[in-house]
């Protein structure tokens, strides 16, 4: 069973276009969280959800929104798709809990391509 | 979150241990050492977290120094599946965001 799920595993497309990313986790975990990692390998938050309310949002184009209709689900629409938007991107999920025990769980990535 | 240091790159023979450094020699009280691995572009994977005693599971094993300025990860039999970059992260418990730096690549040679 996959615990982090995410389609499409690639996506080629052109500039302008407007195309969505899915997620989903079977863990029941409560937060879920976009990473984008670049040409450079750099891996960085983009968003966190936590049962469905945005936590994170870390300076991201507002050509980004991130939607989570349910606390098992976390998509990704991108609008006006740029060429610096082509990366990976990961979907990950924890559970909340104290004491350090926020393991995060990665999904297998998306690669993004803008032609 | 307090920054880490790794050296960006080791190599380790296969079948003998690998002893991967870390230094946060800014890390809080509040503050647990994560290791990730990322291995050829594939989502990171979870290998072990401590706070201040040494941890150990069936990945790995953390030794974290007294005063919690630097750690070690140690893979006992280091195999080729291992070879894949090696994050050290620091977070502050209940903070959501892994802060991730560039990692050590680390090769395991036949």
């Known amino acids: 069973d996959t615990a982090v799920s995410q389609t499409p595993k690639y996506l080629v497309t052109q500039m302008g276009n407007d195309k969505s990313i899915k997620c989903e986790q079977n863990?029941?975990?409560?937060?879920m969280y976009w990473y984008k990692q670049d040409s450079k390998k750099f891996l960085k938050i983009m968003f966190s959800?936590?049962?469905?309310?945005?936590?994170i949002n870390e300076t991201v184009p507002n050509r980004f929104s991130p939607k989570s209709p349910d606390k098992a689900h976390l998509n990704l629409h991108i609008n006006s798709l740029e060429l610096g938007d082509s990366a990976v991107y990961f979907c990950?999920?924890?559970?909340?809990?104290?004491?350090?025990?926020?393991?995060?769980?990665f999904g297998p990535g998306t690669r993004l391509l803008v032609l | 979150d307090a920054k880490t240091t790794q050296p960006p790159s080791m190599d380790c023979a296969e079948g003998r241990a690998a002893n991967l450094p870390c230094n946060h020699s800014?890390?809080?009280?509040?503050?647990?050492v994560y290791w990730y691995r990322q291995i050829h572009s594939q989502g990171p994977q979870y290998i072990i977290h401590?706070?201040?005693n040494n941890e150990t599971n069936e990945m790995a094993s953390l030794i974290i120094t007294e005063d919690r300025k630097s750690s070690t990860l140690i893979l006992p039999h280091a195999t080729l599946r291992d070879t894949a970059v090696y994050y050290c992260?620091?977070?502050?418990?209940?903070?959501?965001?892994?802060?991730f730096g560039q990692g050590t690549r680390l090769t395991i040679n036949p």
């Open positions: 990950a999920s924890s559970q909340d809990g104290a004491g350090g025990r926020e393991t995060q769980y």
């Open positions: 863990l029941g975990h409560d937060t």
């Open positions: 959800y936590n049962n469905k309310e945005l936590i």
């Open positions: 800014t890390i809080s009280g509040n503050e647990y």
């Open positions: 401590g706070l201040k």
């Open positions: 992260i620091v977070k502050l418990r209940g903070a959501q965001k892994l802060v």
